[in-house]
């Protein structure tokens, strides 16, 4: 019996082969020249990758070809990255197109690729090296060609955000055969003399060329190596430098840059509007407090005064004295009425009363003896009579 043959319908063969393709080959660079260029309104791209002795056909979609940066045409010399497939409906071998630069340009790319991944793997790029920018810097430095729109870009920035932070400028070449000596002297400058607290590294856009000093592995040692903090910002915002990768910070463009290195001086205007409506409130306040404490100092100053205590002790005085005169008035007067009392008293018993009844008393000169028996005298003698008003004397003249 004949063995049952395997029959493959076009269409299987076709997605098979594209399978095996697309498995069994990586992604690859291919270097070519492009010819059969097509733009449909889908937005993608059709067109041949050429040598001198084949072509292939190639298919690079619209999300993948938005970030070329240059304007391919029929004859450009090209370096692509992509996939290999088979477009199964005409098995047409093709290759799926990632990655489209200008030929030249590929080289340049692979050594940064490669110098990039090496000072990677030694730690140069670690976020934990990073440092911090200072809040408000004593003094920027900016590390530039003096001539460049970068540098007028960063000032107008810095002059707009904070304008009281002094800036210097250390000037280099950015570009060409003279670019890496002069940002190693600059950079060694700034180093040497820290003269700023911040550098911003920074230049325009320009091509992967444009910009290669600033992937040159000695500019970033010495980047990594300053003694303030770095802030890149070259190029446009797809740009990407090895001095990036190295820098404390890698700002987008160099305003950007600029941008990072100042706060924003409305904002601590207005911060500082609210720090002084606080403080004049707090002011108000603690002055109004201390008034109301200063006039209760004052009212027990007052109490507390040795005129006010003298003048209420002289007013305690009089009022004892008003007392005292009162109480002695009643003391008198009660003395009195006693005292006319015992004198009724007296007199009621007194002597004198007798007198004046009439009665006299009798003494004898000589001695004031009381004379009580008239044969006590003798003839000669004198005698003092006392009467109820007055006295006199006699003499006895005969027994």
Request: hydrophobic fraction near 45%; proline fraction near 5%.
């Amino acid at each position: 019996m004949a063995a049952e043959r395997n029959v493959y319908t076009v269409s299987r063969l076709n997605r098979e082969v594209r399978l095996l393709l697309e498995q069994g080959l990586p992604g690859i660079w291919v270097e070519g020249e492009i010819s059969n260029l097509a733009r449909p309104s889908s937005g993608h791209w059709y067109f041949s990758l050429k040598d001198r002795d084949a072509q292939i056909r190639c298919a690079m979609f619209r999300q993948k070809n938005s970030a070329v940066r240059f304007a391919p045409k029929d004859g450009s010399a090209v370096v692509a990255r992509g996939r290999v497939s088979l477009y199964e409906p005409r098995g047409d071998f093709q290759l799926i197109v990632e990655h489209l630069e200008e030929a030249g340009l590929g080289a340049l790319q692979r050594e940064f690729e490669r110098l990039r991944d090496r000072l990677s793997a030694e730690g140069l790029f670690d976020e934990a090296r990073k440092r911090a920018l200072p809040e408000v810097p004593r003094r920027i430095g900016v590390l530039t060609s003096p001539t460049g729109a970068a540098l007028r870009d960063i000032l107008h920035v810095l002059g707009r955000r904070f304008a009281a932070v002094p800036v210097l400028i250390y000037p280099t070449p950015v570009q060409g055969a003279a670019a890496v000596p002069g940002i190693l002297a600059a950079l060694e400058r700034a180093a040497r003399r820290e003269d700023c607290d911040v550098l911003i590294v920074t230049r325009g856009g320009g091509s992967l060329e444009d910009l290669w000093a600033f992937n040159d592995e000695r500019v970033a040692r010495a980047i990594r190596a300053m003694p303030m903090p770095v802030v890149t910002g070259i190029g446009h915002e797809i740009d990407f430098t090895i001095a990036d990768f190295v820098a404390d910070l890698r700002a987008p463009t160099p305003s950007a840059a600029a941008q990072h290195t100042v706060p924003d001086g409305r904002v601590w205007l207005a911060s500082l509007a609210r720090f002084e409506q606080r403080l004049q409130a707090g002011a108000v306040r603690t002055l109004r407090e201390a008034d109301a404490a200063l006039g209760r100092l004052r009212q027990r100053m007052r109490l507390a005064s040795p005129r006010v205590r003298v003048a209420q002790a002289a007013q305690r005085m009089d009022e004892l004295e008003a007392r005292l005169a009162l109480a002695m008035r009643g003391e008198l007067a009660r003395g009195a009425h006693r005292l006319d009392v015992a004198s009724r008293t007296l007199d009621a018993v007194s002597p004198l009363a007798t007198l004046r009844r009439g009665f006299a008393v009798v003494t004898r000169a000589s001695d004031h003896a009381l004379v009580t028996d008239a044969a006590t005298l003798s003839v000669g003698d004198t005698v003092v009579t006392r009467v109820a008003s007055g006295e006199f004397r006699s003499r006895v003249t005969e027994e």
